[in-house]
């Protein structure tokens, strides 16, 4: 019980949705998903942590970058589940999308350049 739990607790706030749903589309930096969704560092690091402990996602260290990316399910099977069946939720949802489709034009040089 205590996993599923986790995975549904991760998963019931919005901006932590939207950081799975754009990492749907492609591997992101922390930078990346903060400007995609507006928030300060601390606060986009805070929710990576918690998706990463409910087995949603994994991250990788490429030098100074972590990538963020959906895990493969296999430490949950609630998070596989959830996984899953967010690929087909939400696509259409106003705030879903507007976030998404910025997610091809985030680039972290780009970004770093202009703080």
Aim: hydrophobic share 45%; aromatic share 6%.
């Amino acid at each position: 019980m205590k996993e599923f739990i986790k995975v549904m607790k991760a998963l019931s706030d919005p901006n932590r949705v939207k950081i799975v749903k754009l990492l749907q589309r492609r591997e992101l930096c922390v930078c990346e998903i903060k400007e995609a969704l507006g928030l300060a560092q601390s606060t986009a690091s805070k929710h990576l942590r918690i998706l990463e402990n409910a087995g949603l996602i994994t991250f990788s260290k490429d030098g100074l970058w972590v990538n963020y990316r959906l895990a493969d399910g296999s430490e949950s099977p609630y998070a596989a589940n959830m996984l899953g069946n967010l690929r087909h939720w939400l696509e259409e949802e106003k705030d879903v999308a507007a976030v998404t489709s910025r997610a091809e034009a985030l680039d972290r040089f780009k970004i770093l350049n202009k703080n």
